[in-house]
């Protein structure tokens, strides 16, 4: 999901149309597939149960084994108020909660704290409220345990919040759908968007160069004409015989050094004039 929502996130800031495939085409899947979860856990719910009910057992089993899994069973029964899968009895899988003559652990024949009933008086929880309490009748039962499994409890609790459930899968479904439809959308512009940039960027280059060679253009013309206008005109001979005819729209030269010359020229004119 984090490739999923970064290659959507790049994409439509990029606008990489790759990306936004790849988002769309990935989040149409997922959507689908949980449309198909959906209708396959309406169709087989018996079965559903049953792998419930395997999971439960199969945890109870290892109860003592790791202390993760016994404070996720102890949070679930004492939330919805069960114990076992389906009554107390399923804690007779566990080794230590077993009724069997063989089983030498003071557990024997009891359940977890969490499967007791709370009393509100009390402070502190005790940890021991379920030792011995299956080896009691029924009736007794009742009084200090909780009775129903947390399998018909969990499906109770779907039933009385089936509102809420449903309108967060369906919320999460339609946010699904106006994603894939946005990003659908946000493909289609950004293929139609592309050319025309293409063709606005070249179009702004062209001006750039066309403003650029030209004021270069321009800027060569205006200093080929002040050259011109000083040294177009007959050679002058100087007293020693000396023609200086400097080379005309240099270039090369510097702005500096060409201003230079042109006052050292038109000086040495008009001295030769008034001799």
């Not at 200090?144 to 499994?149: L, Q, S, V």
């Not at 439809?181 to 946000?186: D, E, G, L, M, R």
């Amino acid at each position: 999901m984090f490739i999923l929502g970064f290659a959507g996130c790049i994409g439509a800031l990029r606008e990489n149309s790759f990306l936004l495939k790849f988002f769309s085409v990935f989040l149409g899947i997922i959507f689908f597939l949980e449309l198909t979860a959906g209708v396959l856990a309406f169709v087989f719910k018996d079965w559903i149960k049953d792998q419930l009910n395997s999971f439960i057992n199969n945890n109870i089993r290892a109860y003592r084994d790791d202390i993760d899994l016994q404070n996720l069973i102890d949070f679930t029964q004492e939330y919805w108020e069960c114990c076992g899968a389906f009554g107390a009895d399923d804690w007779n899988l566990n080794i230590y909660f077993n009724c069997t003559d063989s089983n030498p652990s003071r557990e024997k024949c009891g359940v977890p704290f969490s499967c007791c009933t709370k009393d509100p008086a009390e402070d502190v929880i005790n940890t021991q409220c379920g030792y011995d309490i299956r080896a009691k009748p029924d009736s007794e039962q009742r009084t200090f345990i909780y009775i129903k499994g947390c399998v018909p409890q969990f499906e109770k609790w779907l039933q009385d919040n089936l509102t809420v459930v449903a309108g967060i899968f369906i919320g999460i479904a339609l946010l699904q759908v106006r994603n894939n439809v946005n990003s659908s959308v946000c493909h289609l512009s950004t293929l139609n968007f592309l050319p025309n940039v293409k063709y606005v960027l070249c179009f702004f280059v062209f001006l750039d160069f066309w403003h650029l060679f030209s004021t270069e253009s321009r800027e060569r013309h205006r200093s080929c004409e002040r050259e011109l206008f000083v040294y177009l005109r007959p050679p002058l001979q100087s007293p020693k015989g000396r023609t200086d005819v400097p080379e005309l729209c240099s270039l090369d030269a510097s702005d500096e050094r060409r201003e230079i010359d042109e006052s050292a020229n038109v000086s040495r004119t008009k001295s030769w004039i008034h001799m």
